[in-house]
């Protein structure tokens, strides 16, 4: 059975020194794969490494934005690119190697079975690695409070390794997703939910970056404590007519 063809959206903002050696492990991994480079304009010259591997490589392509405006737009900047042309998954990946490479043939297999897979640490098989308790207790509490408010099972909701079918994008409205960072990923499971989509979980070991700087912040996880009821509150108004 021939893979379905693929692109993985990769979202970059001073990122240089992982970019080239990320691209190199996913193509070691699936070398049948695109990635799609979604530069905000990175001070430390990201865009313009991420244009040199292209011109060297066609399956690596390049989408300039004029600066800083959030993961979660950048995301949406690059599954609108996919839409427009005839991909059938996608995938959401970090640049910082906290989604590894290794377990990309996994979601592949298990996209044979689910509309949407999200990558889990919370399942067995998945965890965290050099995290401190203060930042497990964080996610977990965080996962667990969305799971509880919006009624879904999945162990991982605030993740961003996921793939999707391109159905499920082509479904979702999605110049209205709320924000960036946590409920950026929570809202697309739950939108994706509501209309009728399947989710899967695969285990995946989340380690901490080891080059360049978090982009996570205390203002993103406050949005996401609002924002999850607003998901809730608004669930009528969000759920699509039946497919």
Same mark, same amino acid.
């Given at each position: #059975?021939?893979?379905?063809?693929?692109?993985?959206?990769?979202?970059?903002?001073?990122?240089?020194?992982?970019?080239? /050696?990320?691209?190199?492990?996913?193509?070691?991994?699936?070398?049948?794969?695109?990635?799609?480079?979604?530069?905000?304009?990175?001070?430390?010259?990201?865009?313009?490494?991420?244009?040199?591997?292209?011109? $060297?490589?066609?399956?690596?392509? @390049?989408?300039?934005?004029?600066?800083?405006?959030?993961?979660? +737009?950048?995301?949406?900047?690059?599954?609108?690119?996919?839409?427009?042309?005839?991909?059938?998954?996608? =995938?959401? #990946?970090?640049?910082? =190697?906290?989604?590894?490479?290794? =377990? *990309?043939?996994?979601?592949?297999?298990?996209?044979?079975?689910?509309?949407?897979?999200?990558?889990? +640490?919370?399942?067995?098989?998945?965890?965290?690695?050099?995290?401190?308790?203060?930042? +497990?207790?964080?996610? $977990?509490?965080?996962?667990?409070?969305?799971? *509880?408010?919006?009624?879904?099972?999945?162990?991982?909701?605030?993740?961003?390794?996921?793939?999707?079918?391109?159905? @499920?994008?082509?479904?979702?409205? /999605?110049?209205?997703? *709320?924000?960036?960072?946590?409920?950026?990923?929570?809202?697309?499971?739950?939108?994706?939910? /509501?209309?009728?989509? %399947?989710?899967?979980?695969?285990?995946?070991?989340?380690?901490? +970056?080891?080059?360049?700087? %978090?982009? #996570?912040?205390?203002?993103?996880?406050?949005?996401? @404590?609002?924002?999850?009821?607003?998901?809730? /509150?608004? $669930?009528?108004? #969000?759920?699509?007519?039946?497919?």
């Amino acid at each position: #059975m021939n893979q379905p063809k693929t692109l993985i959206c990769v979202p970059t903002y001073n990122e240089r020194e992982n970019l080239p /050696l990320l691209i190199d492990a996913i193509f070691a991994e699936v070398p049948q794969v695109e990635i799609l480079v979604i530069d905000d304009n990175s001070p430390d010259g990201t865009g313009q490494i991420a244009d040199e591997i292209s011109s $060297k490589n066609p399956h690596v392509h @390049v989408l300039h934005r004029a600066g800083k405006q959030g993961l979660g +737009r950048a995301y949406i900047a690059g599954f609108q690119w996919a839409l427009a042309r005839d991909y059938e998954l996608v =995938f959401e #990946m970090d640049c910082d =190697f906290s989604h590894q490479p290794r =377990f *990309l043939p996994e979601f592949i297999k298990k996209a044979e079975s689910f509309d949407l897979v999200l990558g889990s +640490r919370y399942i067995p098989g998945g965890g965290t690695e050099d995290w401190d308790w203060r930042r +497990r207790a964080i996610s $977990k509490s965080g996962n667990t409070y969305a799971r *509880l408010i919006l009624g879904l099972p999945f162990k991982d909701l605030t993740g961003g390794f996921k793939c999707f079918h391109r159905k @499920v994008l082509e479904a979702l409205p /999605l110049t209205e997703i *709320l924000g960036s960072g946590y409920v950026f990923q929570i809202e697309l499971t739950w939108r994706s939910v /509501l209309a009728g989509f %399947s989710v899967g979980e695969v285990p995946i070991q989340f380690p901490d +970056r080891t080059r360049g700087e %978090s982009k #996570m912040n205390g203002s993103i996880v406050r949005e996401a @404590v609002v924002n999850v009821w607003k998901l809730r /509150l608004n $669930k009528r108004q #969000m759920t699509p007519p039946a497919r």
